[in-house]
């Protein structure tokens, strides 16, 4: 039996427990999970420091190098973190529905945890801290596979809310870490069929792939967003242009920024020179088609004398409409109409988030009911589809398959359900 | 190109009609379908005629045959099938949530389809018929994969269905039947990633297990059912007795039949002797373990020079009770609590269906919260987990794995949803 195999059978036997905990265990426990890891501040922050003087040593990216280190006000983040879970109700044991049939048989349909619970993930120590709690208040057991990168301080984080488990007297294997680093612990996790209840990769597109490929146990994909926004021939520009620009700057590194601006053809002219100022501003750079390009090539209002504004204004490829920029690029397409825009988010979309400025309510809502993604917006930024901004108080991660859950997922997404019969002796006939 | 991702391709180009349906558009086809199928009626039974003559030329047993023959009566059943899903409503469009956010977003959670779902099933006809159907009412386009065995038939009934669609004006892509019957179309459909919402195998373990490894796209696992009845220390016997006969003998060959009599040693004595006598009687062989065995040896209720009853009368051993054995065969254990009910139940049972026998409420409420299955019964038969017994009104499929849907799968279990988010101009800060 692998190591990995030996974790699965602990975790399973402690999944048993964790479906019969009461909320007031669990946020007992969330609570003491917090001062475990006050208590372990300097042990975190060496185990961290070794695991930054490795990834330096491998020359890893300031952006990674960034992610991975934790300080002292990032541990009170993750503490803080844990009391905002305790605040959520806990969903398990609500009852969704219940009706009784002509035969006297009483259903209930009954919210259960999932059971097992596999998380992978790369750089971010937070995340070992979140899932853990979000999965701790839904009834589940975690198997956390973090990055090798962080493994110290993955191991010295996991180790003081498995300390604090067994101060409140649950068992420690509630919260479990894979400490098998090697690439094969992924997929003996994601083939573990019956031990595993499902997996939940956090990362970028490569590891969601490889998990999505390899996967025997049931996945949630999350986090591949190329989106848009669509700006009508009937929309206020100046709304377009503040939404187009949080949409792509705000945040660019993430999944729900956008990454395509389509534009309708009768307003391109007015609209193009507006965002394109703003955006230049901002350091964007411009992927055009021909269209925009020649609008915007033969503007006065843009400085074109400027280097820095000529290198931002790129001629489009193909390609580019395809792509996750994660970053400071925005492609630009003038369309024809909303059937085009529409078509053009299908062919390139990945069911993300996808928004529409219009001050037109027909055309809004044929947008809003045609596009197939997670969240479809009608004036508003992309940047909305969070499990924080819609309310949910917390978030595991962003779904874009279509199975289970969609978009943000918070805690009511990390459960299952079950029906509970009750009879008084009823058969079949 | 290969066949598969072309038809593929043109399922994907449906769905995007099938997504605005109305509810009457849906209604309307599945009665004009309904029509098709009676004026084909002759066309079916030669199809058919034709896979039974070269079935019955592969040697396929009674059973398989008896599953693929058609005649006027079953070709009947399938049309009052199609005006039992135009009974039904239309869950597309349904907001099963909304609310404002403190910035003014008003966020509605709305029913969606999936689009674009794979069905794979094995030798009975009348599944195309009722797959059609259900996806068809939810929006979803379908590709049918049926048993290599049944194609003939399969063709035909498509065929109508198609013409149907036709006639009232809809895409007849919205029915899409796999033409490649080689092994290797299925594989193609499982792994068609982007261009294949879910797919759901409907037939033997062989089969689900095959996709389940193999799939890509998101899958619904269903019907392996390895289920029990406990029969309590305070268990009514003379219920006992007709829950497990119903559960074991009703219809042995589904999978929500029991397989598994558990009985606490409280009430063994006097238990076995009661349900051994009913089960030998209905030609049920009962797999024993010691216990057990040597009530039922020394009872003189039996009559144990009959030689047909001492065949009835084996040995379990280990095997058995892991087995989904679909038949007139039921293993017995005794055990000492219900404690070691739960864990057999955990260790062996596949999560579809578990009952309990007993007439004290916190031992059943303990049993219905601790059995990890699709459903838990109390007093009454494991036969009930069936979509049109829970008042579904209809069934895809019985789910026994936790992600998206659990237990029987009527219309809404065969839609997804998405976020639909109104603005005013909103920003995120």
Request: hydrophobic share 45%; with cysteine.
């Amino acid at each position: 039996m692998s190591i990995v195999e030996k974790e699965l059978l602990r975790a399973r036997e402690a999944a048993k427990a964790a479906n019969m905990l009461t909320r007031e265990q669990k946020d007992q426990a969330l609570a003491v999970m917090g001062e475990h890891i006050l208590r372990a501040t300097d042990e975190i922050l060496t185990a961290n420091k070794k695991d930054l003087t490795r990834a330096q040593e491998a020359f890893e990216t300031q952006a990674r190098l960034d992610r991975l280190a934790l300080d002292e006000q990032r541990i009170l983040a993750m503490v803080q973190g844990l009391h905002a879970v305790i605040a959520l109700d806990d969903p398990i044991g609500e009852v969704m529905a219940s009706w009784t049939r002509p035969n006297g048989l009483l259903i209930e349909q009954v919210r259960v945890p999932f059971g097992v619970v596999g998380v992978i993930y790369e750089a971010r120590p937070n995340v070992t801290v979140d899932t853990a709690a979000l999965t701790l208040k839904t009834g589940n057991v975690v198997v956390l596979r973090g990055g090798k990168e962080a493994y110290e301080t993955n191991a010295a984080l996991t180790g003081a809310l498995r300390r604090a488990l067994e101060e409140v007297g649950l068992p420690s294997d509630l919260v479990m870490m894979v400490t098998d680093t090697d690439r094969r612990s992924v997929d003996a996790l994601i083939r573990a069929r019956g031990m595993v209840d499902l997996v939940i990769p956090r990362g970028g597109a490569g590891l969601i792939r490889h998990v999505v490929e390899h996967a025997t146990v049931p996945v949630i994909e999350t986090g591949v967003g190329n989106c848009h926004v669509y700006v009508d021939a009937n929309a206020k520009l100046d709304m377009a242009v503040e939404i187009t620009l949080n949409a792509k700057t705000q945040r660019p590194s993430v999944c729900n920024a956008a990454e395509t601006l389509l534009i309708h053809e009768a307003i391109a002219q007015d609209f193009l020179p507006l965002i394109a100022r703003r955006m230049i501003a901002s350091g964007v750079e411009l992927r055009l088609d021909e269209p925009s390009f020649f609008v915007l090539q033969n503007h006065s209002a843009l400085s074109h004398n400027e280097e820095r504004t000529l290198a931002l204004l790129q001629r489009a490829v193909e390609e580019d409409y395809a792509t996750e920029f994660l970053g400071l690029i925005l492609a630009v397409k003038v369309v024809s109409s909303l059937d085009e825009a529409i078509d053009h988010i299908g062919r390139y979309g990945t069911g993300h988030s996808e928004a529409i400025v219009t001050e037109d309510l027909a055309t809004a809502e044929e947008f809003l009911r045609r596009v197939d993604a997670a969240a479809v917006y009608h004036n508003a930024s992309t940047r909305f589809t969070d499990g924080f901004e819609f309310g949910f108080g917390a978030e595991i991660g962003i779904s874009t398959q279509k199975l289970h859950a969609r978009g943000p997922m918070g805690l009511r997404e990390l459960t299952s359900y079950k029906y509970r019969v009750r009879g008084t002796g009823q058969t079949r006939t």
